[in-house]
């Protein structure tokens, strides 16, 4: 079975704060993502990477840098947190073809107030 | 760049009662389309995905979808609902190797008793 987990699950942070959110996947799989889920828009991609070293843009990545030390971890860091960014946050892992399943950790909800 | 539309938020049926969601997607080449599904306080599951062969493709707990190209659409049913199916789904559409799948806004699935 496919393993992918966040930390932290819950976090309150105040604006104009730095928060990292951390993702680790034990698949071994080449690409990893970051979404954020919001009411009406469904899940929107922030960043991917293809391996350790790369970090790629989504279509959302103003506000939001990625980190891949490894194949196994992903970072998503904000460096000044807003309100705009107060969201539920999915990590995804996959092998890298168009047509592999991504497999999802459980989200990390995140406050900025 | 791929995108897929849901035009239903919200989708409320009866229990035993057959289900459809629509989605169409955006994209000038042959996609790969997939279903994904959603728990309360989860992550994503796949329920199942098409690349290639038959249009008809059939995935987890009863449910199936059919890819036609002419329409760009993958409409996902069920013949008989249960509400264990209740839940968020999403469909998604990736294009090519290395090619981050897109997601569309999602539909929420209530199953009356």
């Known amino acids: 079975e496919a393993a992918v987990t966040q930390s932290p699950r819950n976090k309150v942070a105040v604006t104009g704060g730095k928060v990292t959110l951390s993702c680790n996947q034990t698949n071994n799989h080449n690409n990893m993502y970051w979404y954020r889920q919001d009411t009406g828009h469904g899940l929107r991609l922030i960043h991917y990477?293809?391996?350790?070293?790369?970090?790629e843009k989504g279509d959302i990545p103003d506000g939001y840098k990625a980190s891949r030390p490894s194949q196994e971890n992903f970072s998503l860091i904000l460096e000044l947190a807003t309100p705009s960014q107060t969201s539920v946050y999915f990590c995804?892992?996959?092998?890298?073809?168009?047509?592999?399943?991504?497999?999802f950790g459980p989200g990390t909800r995140l406050l900025v107030l | 760049a791929q995108s897929v539309t849901q035009p239903d938020a919200r989708v409320t049926v009866s229990e035993g009662a057959s289900l459809q969601l629509r989605c169409k997607y955006s994209?000038?080449?042959?996609?790969?389309l997939f279903w994904y599904v959603q728990y309360p306080r989860q992550g994503l599951q796949l329920l199942l995905k098409y690349y290639s062969g038959d249009p008809v493709v059939q995935g987890v707990n009863g449910f199936e979808a059919e890819f036609i190209k002419s329409n760009s659409s993958f409409h996902l049913r069920k013949a008989s609902v249960h509400w264990s199916d209740s839940a968020v789904y999403f469909c998604?559409?990736?294009?090519?190797?290395?090619?981050?799948?897109?997601f569309g806004a999602g539909t929420k699935l209530s199953v009356k008793p």
């Open positions: 990477s293809y391996g350790a070293g790369s970090t």
């Open positions: 994209y000038s080449g042959t996609p790969y």
């Open positions: 998604a559409v990736s294009r090519n190797n290395n090619n981050a799948p897109r």
């Open positions: 995804a892992s996959g092998p890298g073809r168009g047509q592999d399943t991504q497999y």
